[in-house]
């Protein structure tokens, strides 16, 4: 080995002896042969003399095959070598397989000469033998070995232990005693648990039996497996090492990932199950197995569609409201978050038909879609009592009064001037419509529904995160609080590990929330529906526009020189917001300084090309200024178009709607944020997005309001995009951002929220 050196003590017999022997040998005359043989035999045994000489007269015994593999630990490092002792007892050096001297003279106990001789072939095989059963040795081309970090030393050495282990001769000798305690691997065999209920909440408590005799309880297990890292050792209290089972460790670091100290939530349970089946030992209380039992009957629950319920279910809308009425039996919080044009609604409604002789059911959703429940409600479930709060005359006593079959629909808007009174009153059923409303824990509107009273707790949205995954806490406090911990702990355990890339805290999560979150794509369920196309038209800026945003993205770039930490995010956000207002039209930013617009004169070209060929369009833009200019232009053209926006009241939204449904109108100009949600559009087969949202899902949403059931038609999105603007790289920022829903649900890596470096890129 190249860090260990071998001394020699060469006596003035060797010298006398190599002067008469060179490196090819010597050969003795047949006549000298017994007096050679007496030579070698009692010669001192400083001296080793190869005779290559076949007596027939000699008995032949066979060398030990015994390997040896000699350990010593540098710096963290490996070395050892694989060697032989095949003359022992009589000769004590070592060799290296299949080299060196092939055959010693001895005498026995009884003065009888004989001959070892070693069989090579065999020594190699057996060294083969070891070395490929050995996974991080198996490469090495000599029988020297050094294996670098700590960890592959621990590794090597539980390899050579198992090889010793399943029956086969080494022997293992630490040059310098045990330098590397390796104890053997503890699995499920030495683990012994006990669980009792506390609350909602089941504490647990276990313990380890190592092979001395002493226990490793399970929190300081749980500590070293924390402490350890991607490391497959723990290191105990004495400086040994031992290996935890892969199965053990996945399940106990998912069990610390979910855990609150030693305390898990009751609806977080399946880890704990799981470990419990497998352990040695286990101490149940009557809270878990009642748990169990409970857990087991609801699996049974088997509900049927109301017979009042006014239509035919899809065979996945079927499975929806199935999945919605088992948990609701339990009266546990359900996300539905199957994509937009699904059919949400009606699996809410049935749900709602199912659970009416229970009490009373609120609806909270955005103003724009409050309509289209009622609609929705007096379509499919007749038998049902409708009522919109906005209409109440006396709120107080017409909400105390709700009962059985009653359905109270509430808009967000109204929702934080009412919740007083809506608080009081005990729901049956409290649906969440477009629920990543919601989804800031800092608003008034969190604040109110999470007060609620309810037995059960239903969340309808395609985009259960939008940007972050603060999001989704906020969406399941107010479905099941506690199951994700408080946000600090929420913080702490998932959100920062995961924006770290952390997989196991990403998987960990996703066990958690699965269960209550039910999730289909259109390409998953809706084989029949036609496809959707989706293109980006850049447009280029004329000289002048050119001139015009660059003059402003050097202000925005002064402007930001020298923030402090307060103004920050607002500040730079307000000079985003005029770059981007910048790309869609020179007046949003100085009513004074009105350019030719090129973008305005791609997307005239486009919509004259539309109306055409028969096509009608959504036109969406965030901005309701921009969309003025583009309803006066439109106007002058000779278009005929409905518009939206978060100020049009609900009954002329409605109109709207139904207007251009039955064909009135070869345009519908829409807010993004008022009519990204809720409208039933599919008159239109084209969408045009004007200017790029910071969130595609919202954009999602948005063409959604075509592309959904009663399209007959393939849809096509058109999304303008100014040519080296901050949109470009907006929409570079979209696959990121599109994947946040996604990653969660199917496991893919989850994005974080922008920090304010990434916007300042933006601008520069």
């Excluded at 989704?472 to 929420?490: A, D, M, R, V």
């Excluded at 890339?501 to 039910?518: D, H, M, T, W």
């Excluded at 800026?541 to 003059?551: G, N, T």
């Excluded at 995009?721 to 470009?728: Q, R």
Aim: proline share 3%.
């Amino acid at each position: 080995s190249k860090n260990r050196y071998e001394i020699y003590n060469i006596t003035q017999q060797m010298v006398n002896i190599s002067k008469l022997i060179n490196h090819n040998g010597i050969n003795i005359p047949t006549k000298n042969k017994d007096r050679l043989i007496n030579l070698v035999t009692n010669a001192t045994k400083d001296i080793k003399i190869n005779l290559n000489y076949e007596d027939e007269n000699l008995i032949s015994i066979p060398s030990s095959n015994k390997i040896y593999v000699r350990l010593d630990l540098l710096n963290s490092n490996l070395n050892f070598e694989i060697l032989y002792q095949p003359f022992a007892p009589y000769e004590e050096d070592f060799y290296d397989p299949g080299v060196g001297t092939k055959q010693i003279i001895i005498k026995n106990d009884v003065n009888i000469r004989q001959k070892i001789v070693r069989d090579f072939k065999s020594e190699l095989d057996l060294f083969k033998d070891l070395v490929e059963s050995c996974p991080t040795i198996k490469d090495n081309k000599s029988n020297n070995f050094e294996i670098v970090s700590l960890e592959n030393s621990l590794l090597a050495l539980e390899e050579l232990y198992a090889y010793k282990e399943s029956g086969k001769d080494i022997i293992l000798q630490w040059l310098k005693g045990d330098s590397l305690t390796l104890r053997k691997k503890i699995s499920y065999n030495n683990l012994s648990f006990k669980i009792k209920g506390s609350n909602n909440y089941f504490e647990y408590e276990g313990h380890i039996d190592l092979e001395d005799g002493n226990v490793l309880s399970i929190n300081k297990l749980l500590e070293k497996l924390d402490n350890s890292q991607n490391s497959r050792f723990i290191t105990l209290d004495d400086g040994s090492f031992v290996r935890v089972s892969n199965t053990l460790k996945k399940q106990l670091q998912e069990l610390s990932q979910i855990s609150n100290k030693n305390k898990v939530f009751n609806l977080s349970t399946d880890i704990l199950e799981n470990i419990i089946k497998s352990a040695h030992n286990v101490e149940l209380d009557n809270k878990w197995t009642e748990h169990i039992k409970k857990i087991e009957s609801f699996k049974l629950h088997n509900p049927k569609v109301p017979s009042t319920l006014k239509t035919k279910l899809r065979d996945y809308q079927l499975e929806g409201f199935k999945y919605l009425s088992r948990l609701a039996n339990w009266g546990i919080g359900t996300c539905l978050a199957d994509d937009m044009g699904l059919g949400k609604t009606v699996q809410a409604i049935a749900l709602i038909l199912e659970r009416a002789k229970h009490g009373p059911t609120l609806v909270i959703a955005p103003t724009s879609v409050c309509f289209n429940w009622v609609q929705e409600i007096e379509k499919f479930a007749p038998s049902l009592n409708v009522y919109i709060a906005y209409e109440l005359k006396n709120r107080e006593k017409d909400v105390s009064r709700l009962g059985k079959k009653d359905i109270l629909i509430c808009s967000y808007g109204l929702l934080t001037s009412i919740e007083n009174i809506l608080q009081e009153k005990q729901w049956n059923l409290v649906i969440l419509d477009e629920a990543q409303a919601i989804k800031n824990f800092n608003t008034k509107r969190w604040g109110a529904v999470s007060k609620l009273n309810s037995s059960v707790r239903l969340a309808l949205t395609g985009t259960p995160i939008e940007n972050h995954l603060g999001e989704l806490w906020s969406i399941f406090h107010f479905l099941n609080p506690g199951l994700l911990g408080t946000l600090k702990h929420f913080q702490t355990k998932f959100i920062t590990p995961i924006n770290n890339s952390e997989e196991l805290a990403k998987i960990s999560l996703k066990n958690i929330v699965k269960p209550y979150i039910l999730r289909r794509t259109k390409s998953q369920v809706l084989t029949e529906l036609p496809e959707k196309i989706e293109t980006s038209i850049f447009v280029e800026l004329s000289s002048e526009e050119r001139f015009f945003y660059q003059a402003l993205q050097r202000k925005a770039i002064d402007n930001l020189k020298g923030l402090t930490d307060n103004n920050n995010r607002f500040v730079i956000l307000s000079e985003l917001t005029k770059l981007r207002q910048a790309c869609c039209h020179s007046t949003l930013i100085d009513p004074s300084i009105n350019l030719d617009n090129s973008k305005l004169e791609v997307f005239m070209n486009l919509v004259i090309e539309l109306k055409e060929n028969n096509h009608k369009a959504l036109v969406f833009s965030q901005y309701v200024r921009y969309l003025d200019i583009v309803g006066k232009i439109l106007k002058d053209k000779g278009f005929k178009y409905k518009y939206i926006d978060g100020s049009t009241k609900v009954s002329d939204r409605k109109k709207a709607v139904e207007e251009f449904q039955s064909g009135d109108g070869d345009l519908f100009l829409i807010s993004l944020k008022a009519g990204g949600t809720g409208l039933n559009l599919t008159e239109a087969d084209y969408v045009i997005i004007l200017d790029p949202w910071w969130n595609p899902a919202v954009e999602d949403q948005a063409s959604g309001r075509a592309h959904r059931i009663g399209q007959k038609r393939p849809v096509t999105v058109y999304r303008l995009i100014t040519k080296n603007t901050i949109e470009e790289k907006i929409i570079n920022l979209h696959q990121s951002k599109r994947d946040l829903a996604g990653d969660l649900l199917e496991g893919q890596d989850i994005g974080g929220k922008l920090t304010d470096e990434d916007l300042v890129a933006l601008i520069k």
